[in-house]
């Protein structure tokens, strides 16, 4: 069955640090990969995407994901956060088969410290 | 182009009432999808529709909760006899026709439901 898995839950950074989010996926066939942004009280938001192709991927807001396929993996990056991208950032994944679903990780909730 | 409109935004029901939710996609789009999001649990899926069809429920709870979308007028997702634990933010998300589970998914700000 397909699944996706963020380890983190909650991750505090710094302003100006760097960010990476974690994203670990399971689906049998190759993997649409999305990277979403929930602000509190609001819908969600996509910040990239990826489909085929280049496995690094840009995004809205400066972010970037890299999709590994060795690693099932598709980490979100942003080389210098700020405070306005403290958020909850979703992944999933879209399935191209059965009934086109996507499957969403739990969340990581983004704290960014002044 | 009006993005995925839900309402109410908050709804509160006592125990054993019904509570519905609407959510109209963005103009164009005949795919619609029903999200569960409870805290520290993420998005679930509940339900995917096409127009006049339920394409997949595997989400759904087995009882008291049903969707529909109709050939004309809103997606709608019904919850009857509510209880404390359906409390949980419902979000509704379009696509278009033609991109089945590769492309964006476009939400709505969600319903929040309170059960008393």
């Known amino acids: 069955a397909q699944s996706v898995t963020q380890p983190d839950i909650h991750i505090t950074v710094s302003e100006g640090a760097s960010l990476e989010l974690r994203c670990n996926y399971s689906y049998g066939a190759t993997p649409y990969l999305f990277w979403y942004v929930q602000s509190p009280g609001q819908g969600l938001q996509l910040l990239l995407k990826y489909f085929s192709g280049d496995t690094l991927v840009q995004g809205i807001k400066g972010f970037e994901a890299e999709f590994k396929r060795s690693q099932s993996s598709f980490n979100l990056r942003k080389p210098s956060v700020h405070w306005s991208d403290a958020a909850e950032y979703f992944c999933?994944?879209?399935?191209?088969?059965?009934?086109?679903?996507?499957?969403f990780g739990t969340g990581t909730r983004l704290k960014v410290l002044a | 182009n009006a993005g995925v409109m839900q309402n109410p935004r908050h709804l509160v029901r006592r125990r054993g009432q019904e509570a519905r939710l609407r959510c109209s996609p963005m103009?164009?789009?005949?795919?619609v999808y029903w999200y569960r999001q409870l805290p520290e649990e993420g998005l679930k899926f509940m339900v995917y529709l096409q127009k006049e069809n339920i394409i997949d429920e595997s989400g759904m709870p087995k009882e008291r909760f049903s969707a529909e979308f109709p050939k004309e007028g809103p997606s709608i997702l019904r919850i009857q006899q509510v209880v404390r634990g359906d409390s949980a933010a419902y979000f509704c998300?379009?696509?278009?026709?033609?991109?089945?589970?590769?492309?964006?998914?476009?939400f709505g700000e969600g319903s929040r439901l309170t059960v008393l």
């Open positions: 998300a379009s696509s278009p026709p033609e991109t089945g589970g590769t492309g964006e998914l476009f």
């Open positions: 103009k164009g789009h005949s795919h």
């Open positions: 999933a994944v879209g399935t191209t088969s059965g009934t086109y679903k996507y499957i």
